[in-house]
């Protein structure tokens, strides 16, 4: 150890954080507010940011029952890509790849993006026609993607499991060079900093019991800190839409699901890039502290506990490893779960309601990380104008009644 290391680490070994300055305010809640967002995760910040940036709305709450970024935000697996099949989706998720690729810059906050690709497994006849069709689709929208060709997977996995003997074997791959991870705490305060520094007060601690509501007009949200006046009102909150909207007396086409991950204990850097299967439902990237973050399917009963069963542990266990055999010692260091709301058709409600001055954002299913920075600028965008952008249009909540769905089920491989 050098000299000024070793006087470095002295030093800082005698400092303390008490002086340390706050990244964002804890104010009291004020009596009224133009626009009341409720959720402090990684969509209501995004919102509240784009409301103040975009669009000069700072007179807004961002209001969190809990701690910020102590939701769905902070339970996931971090994945980032715009490679689905179709248009509508193409475009909305295109939007927000594209933010992502300047986000740590723009809010001065490294959110540690990482653009390693994201590499969706082929296992059978049909998932090669289907993902060629994507890659197809993908091209024609201006997004980046490639087919290959099993040898082109071992090449860029080299401990992939390629053999044609396996139960399910590698038949090829989508890759989409520019997808990724990035760090989801990182995401949440970044954009909580950028928000409070434009004058956006960011209010934790404080639980939504009910949404006021006169001659179909909001006026208001009930609090555990009272009644807080408010001209609009946008929810985002993963895991909870159903229970918001019950309040105001709507009724969302929405399962909410527990969603498992977990993470082995680290070992030197064996995968480069994210592998996922949808055959297998598993997929997996490696951290830049050599953990393996592991993820799977929802599990398949209806509820909002953060706990998840054993089964789909073991199942996600048995896929990986099939996949790569050389995990097969490697110790689980921490499990948990997260709770993710499902639309029918697979994709996000982005919308206003009848009740005027009502917003919603919701159903991401497993998809809400990677959007997030694009949900955020269309759902600041449909609050101030208080009509939709063209990227959200299609998801609105009126597609349920007219048929016009956008059905993502299957299409785009696994919806993470």
Known sequence: MSKYSLFSLIRNSFTH???WPRAWRSPQPRGEYDVVIVGAGGHGLATAYYLAKEHGITNVAVLEKGYLGGGSVGRNTTIVRSNYLLDESSHLYEKSLKLWEGLSQELNFNLMFSQRGVLNLVHALQETRDTARRVNSNHLNGIDAEYLNVEQVKKLVPIMNTSPKARYPVLGASFQQRGGTARHDALAWGFARAADSRGVDIIQNCEVTGIGIEEDHVVGVDTTRGFIKAKKI??????????????????????????????????????DTVVMSNAVHAYVS??????????????????????????????????????????????????????????????????????????????????????????????????????????????????????YLIDEHGAAAVAH
Request: charged share 15%; proline share 7%.
């Open 286 to 403: 490696q951290t830049d502290k050599g953990e393996l973050i592991i993820g799977a399917g929802i599990d398949h009963y209806n509820g909002y506990g953060l706990r998840g069963s054993y089964s789909t542990i073991e199942a996600t266990m048995e896929a990986v490893v099939e996949m790569f055999p050389i995990f097969s010692r490697l110790r689980l260091l921490r499990h948990w779960a997260g709770s993710v709301d499902v639309c029918p058709d697979a994709s996000p409600i982005i919308s206003k309601t009848h009740v005027q001055g009502l917003y919603f954002n919701g159903g991401w299913g497993t998809g809400g990380f990677k959007s997030t920075p694009g949900s955020g600028w269309v759902y600041a965008h449909t609050i101030a104008h208080d009509q939709p952008h063209p990227l959200n249009e299609p998801f609105s909540i009126e597609r349920f009644s007219t048929g």
């Open 17 to 19: 954080h008490e002086n």
């Open 234 to 271: 946008g929810v985002a909150v993963a895991g909870n839409t159903s229970v918001l909207a019950s309040m105001a007396g709507i009724r969302l086409p929405i399962q909410t699901h527990p969603l498992q991950a977990l993470v082995s204990e680290p070992i030197k850097p064996v995968i």
